[in-house]
């Protein structure tokens, strides 16, 4: 089964991630789900990967030498860095695995446009995203290129971002394997990101919408203002027409570039509102299957919305599991005790035995509902008792209360 060289996205899920990376599982997740439609492709596995690299012996010696590079010595790991991806994109790919992928191609591959994306697999992880980290190349034409840039993805696994990431999150160079998604082209009319929950406050119940024209790539790469729409339910509650003075396009002889978009242009927006409601009910239906909120990368085309990418939000604080169905207040325990780092696993245990109410944990946090007291007509009392310990808790639960 890891010997396999090429999967079909339909045949891959998120139990798949050691075969095809992050971004494959999620994709193959994707294209699972009833009204999601997601390009489609193939993953080049990480057996492949390591099939190649298998027989490039100085390709160990310089990884075993990147290890003692200290990240702080950026000068030392550029060098060791750019010698590894120089080796690596050098390297041909064994017969058995160039034949997998232009197998997978099939034989009119040639004048057709892919996008080749990296999938390693420490990526889209619930608690580090990877986002950005490997490369990424759009509208590459024909068997010979697909296979170019295949290496180009797995060199990008040692860049110095990637490297210097992988250390601040403990992982170990030689522990990450990548993968390759080859998916077909998609050429949009307007591109961009929904996050199904407000990434800086940590509102649920909002959804926000990032849209310019073109390719997806002008927006993530910083260099225009994009639209954004605010929206929980079916209701916008903000919008913002960022000026779009440039758009991502590709090239007919392969690759893209930025062109400028007229002046007329610049200021409608990307999406109506009515696309803008359907792309946020289809990304709940992502956000549903996957069991939490998502970071979600669309295309609209001539047949509507197409996805290319989805993982979870990693810089919101998770939310504590309850049984009880209904509305929640929670109340943490430290803040009140002035201990708020996250708390060890036997100091959890310790409060949550000894305490007088049920202690909910997140993120190394203990929580108390205060909902059951709030919602009692004795809740004058509840409210007394806070503010004498934390004025500011009772200010906050009485604005919760007034809305």
Same mark, same amino acid.
């Given at each position: 089964?890891?010997?396999?060289?090429?999967?079909?996205?339909?045949? &891959?899920?998120?139990?798949?991630?050691?075969?095809?990376?992050?971004?494959?599982?999620?994709?193959?997740?994707?294209?699972?789900?009833?009204?999601?439609?997601?390009?489609?492709?193939?993953?080049?596995?990480?057996?492949?990967?390591?099939?190649?690299?298998?027989?490039?012996? &100085?390709? *160990?010696?310089?990884?075993?030498?990147?290890?003692?590079?200290?990240?702080?010595?950026?000068?030392?790991?550029?060098?060791?860095?750019?010698?590894?991806?120089?080796?690596?994109?050098?390297?041909?790919?064994?017969?058995?695995?160039?034949?997998?992928?232009?197998?997978?191609?099939? %034989?009119?591959?040639?004048?057709?446009?892919?996008?080749?994306?990296?999938?390693?697999?420490?990526?889209?992880?619930?608690? $580090?995203?990877?986002? %950005?980290?490997?490369?990424?190349?759009?509208?590459?034409?024909?068997?010979?290129?697909?296979?170019?840039?295949?290496?180009?993805?797995?060199?990008?696994?040692?860049?110095?971002?990637?490297?210097?990431?992988?250390?601040?999150?403990?992982?170990?160079?030689?522990?990450? %394997?990548?993968? !390759?998604?080859?998916?077909?082209?998609?050429?949009?009319?307007?591109?961009? !990101?929904?996050?199904?929950?407000?990434?800086?406050?940590?509102?649920?119940?909002? $959804?926000?919408?990032?849209? %310019?024209?073109?390719?997806?790539?002008?927006?993530?790469?910083?260099?225009?203002?994009?639209?954004?729409?605010?929206?929980?339910?079916?209701?916008?509650?903000?919008?913002?027409?960022?000026?779009?003075?440039?758009?991502?396009?590709?090239?007919?002889?392969?690759?893209?570039?930025?062109?400028?978009?007229?002046?007329?242009?610049?200021?409608?927006?990307?999406?109506?509102?009515?696309? &803008?409601?359907?792309? &946020?009910?289809?990304?709940?239906?992502?956000?549903?299957?996957?069991?939490?909120?998502?970071?979600?990368?669309?295309?609209?085309?001539?047949?509507?919305? *197409?996805?290319?990418?989805?993982?979870?939000?990693?810089?919101?604080?998770?939310?504590?599991?309850?049984? *009880?169905?209904?509305?929640?207040?929670?109340?943490?325990?430290?803040?009140?005790?002035?201990?708020?780092?996250?708390?060890?696993?036997?100091?959890?245990?310790?409060?949550?035995?000894?305490?007088?109410?049920?202690?909910?944990? $997140?993120?190394?946090?203990?929580?108390?509902?205060?909902?059951?007291?709030?919602?009692?007509?004795?809740? $004058? !009392?509840?409210?007394?008792?806070?503010?004498?310990?934390?004025?500011?808790?009772?200010? *906050?639960?009485?604005?919760?209360?007034?809305?």
């Amino acid at each position: 089964m890891s010997e396999r060289y090429v999967w079909d996205l339909r045949e &891959v899920d998120g139990e798949h991630v050691a075969f095809v990376g992050g971004k494959g599982a999620h994709l193959g997740e994707l294209s699972r789900i009833e009204g999601i439609r997601v390009p489609g492709g193939f993953c080049v596995t990480t057996a492949a990967h390591r099939r190649t690299l298998e027989r490039v012996p &100085v390709l *160990a010696e310089g990884i075993g030498r990147l290890a003692r590079v200290d990240a702080e010595d950026r000068e030392s790991l550029r060098a060791v860095c750019g010698e590894i991806r120089r080796t690596i994109e050098d390297t041909p790919l064994p017969e058995e695995v160039a034949e997998a992928i232009t197998g997978a191609l099939g %034989g009119s591959s040639e004048g057709v446009a892919y996008a080749v994306r990296s999938s390693a697999t420490a990526e889209d992880l619930p608690t $580090a995203s990877f986002a %950005g980290q490997q490369d990424t190349y759009l509208n590459v034409l024909g068997a010979e290129e697909v296979l170019r840039h295949v290496r180009r993805c797995w060199a990008s696994l040692f860049t110095e971002r990637a490297v210097v990431y992988r250390r601040h999150h403990g992982i170990e160079d030689r522990t990450v %394997g990548m993968a !390759v998604v080859v998916q077909r082209m998609v050429l949009p009319e307007a591109a961009g !990101v929904l996050f199904t929950a407000d990434p800086v406050s940590g509102n649920r119940t909002v $959804a926000t919408v990032d849209a %310019g024209f073109g390719l997806g790539e002008a927006l993530v790469s910083g260099t225009v203002t994009p639209d954004v729409f605010t929206v929980r339910g079916e209701e916008i509650l903000a919008r913002s027409v960022g000026a779009k003075q440039r758009a991502v396009q590709a090239v007919p002889g392969g690759g893209t570039r930025t062109v400028e978009v007229e002046p007329r242009r610049q200021r409608e927006p990307a999406l109506s509102d009515a696309r &803008v409601r359907e792309l &946020v009910a289809l990304g709940r239906r992502i956000e549903a299957h996957f069991g939490r909120p998502q970071d979600i990368e669309w295309c609209l085309t001539g047949d509507g919305f *197409a996805f290319v990418q989805s993982r979870p939000i990693t810089t919101l604080f998770p939310l504590p599991e309850n049984p *009880a169905g209904g509305n929640h207040v929670y109340l943490s325990v430290g803040h009140q005790q002035m201990m708020t780092d996250p708390m060890k696993a036997l100091g959890l245990s310790v409060w949550q035995l000894m305490a007088m109410a049920p202690m909910l944990e $997140a993120g190394g946090r203990l929580f108390v509902d205060a909902a059951p007291r709030l919602a009692s007509p004795a809740r $004058a !009392v509840f409210l007394d008792m806070i503010g004498r310990s934390d004025p500011v808790t009772r200010d *906050a639960l009485e604005t919760v209360l007034a809305r």
